[in-house]
């Protein structure tokens, strides 16, 4: 069973699939290793992720591994029809069409649970609210993994509740996701986006960055290095001070709407442009969005404007006579008017999540939330290096000595 939006567009999806797996290198040898051993052999996984041609990697990787797929999007704008045409070809139930309504994204995910997942592999956690919702279904469930922060943040919130009632690999939380494609993906997949959208020049403008996670400071990084003029605004004292330090402007909100030419938004919270803000902006100002959810620009305010589309993806607005500029519907930029994280960066995320998979069937672990193993971590960012050509350096024995040791001082 599927629904996608046209079975003819797979050899496109083919050929894009395969485009993006000459650069997952460390999941292809996970993939060689799984078609040999099928650790997930009989059993049913089902995953609430963005249907693009790295998603599409990984889910093969776990098909090659034995498992049984069913797929749904985790953003009703992310899915790359021509990739969830290939996928349904590889035989993966596929429930994605790109621009879903609300009600179809719910029924999408209500498609997966009828697939009786054992396995929840998930991306903003929707599926696995949803699963919890239905005893029968999570009655299957072993265990699950979660790609991203937002998605985390609101497992813990289940647990501190006593309602997550399965062990979840927080796979947003390793290194090699976090600091890789948090940072650099999100930094060089958002500029991306906003270019793709108005093919604005960066270089000159005043960029308003919210937060400095590693999203976020990604994103003021890489917009630096396009010569933009960076302002950053923040809650967290220490990382208002990192971001000083890293050489950026650091203000409240409410005095940077007064200077932005663009905003970029990538906080996990809601409401951080307001419409408060948004009066306060120049006119031409452009708003996006690289949050997992389209919380964190006040579109309610801005829909009681007059509206038009002044290109695909880029909605005007008529705000008291100046003209402010949304992009992609305040949903991620990144995925909504490009294509993602590029895929030499999603390499090791998805190997993260075939290995959390793997770590789910072969440990009994407790409800809850659980960090991806640090040794595997490790092993993927050894394994990522060698795929780059890379050697290290290796501790001698003295120094491992001297390292574990009290007695040597001064
Ligand atoms: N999240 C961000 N970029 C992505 C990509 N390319 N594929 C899947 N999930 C993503």
Redesign the pocket.
Known sequence: MSRIKDASLSNKGKQRVEWARTQMKVLEKIRKRFDLEKPFSGMRIGAC??V????ANLILSLKDGGAEISLSASNPLSTQDDVAAYLVKEGINVFAIRGDSSAEYAQNLEDIIKERPQIIMD?GSDLTVSIHKNKEALSNVVGGTE?TTTGVIRLKSMQKDGELKYPVIAVNDAMTKQMF?NRY?TGQ?TIDGIIRATNILIAGKTFVVAGYGWCSRGIATRARGMGANVVVTEVDPIRALEAVMDGFRVMTMVEASKLGDLFSTATGDREVINGEHIQNMKDGAILSNSGHFNVEIDVAFLEKYPKKTVRTNVEEYLVDGKRIYLLAQGRLV??GAA???P?AV?DMSFADQALACEYIIKNKLSAGVHNLPEEIDREIARTKLQTMGIEIDKLTKSQEKYLSSWKEGT
């Not at 693009?52 to 998603?55: A, F, H, K, N």
């Open positions: 992720m963005h693009t041609t790295e998603t991306d790609e494609d993906g997949s990144n995925l294509e993602g994280h895929a999603m």
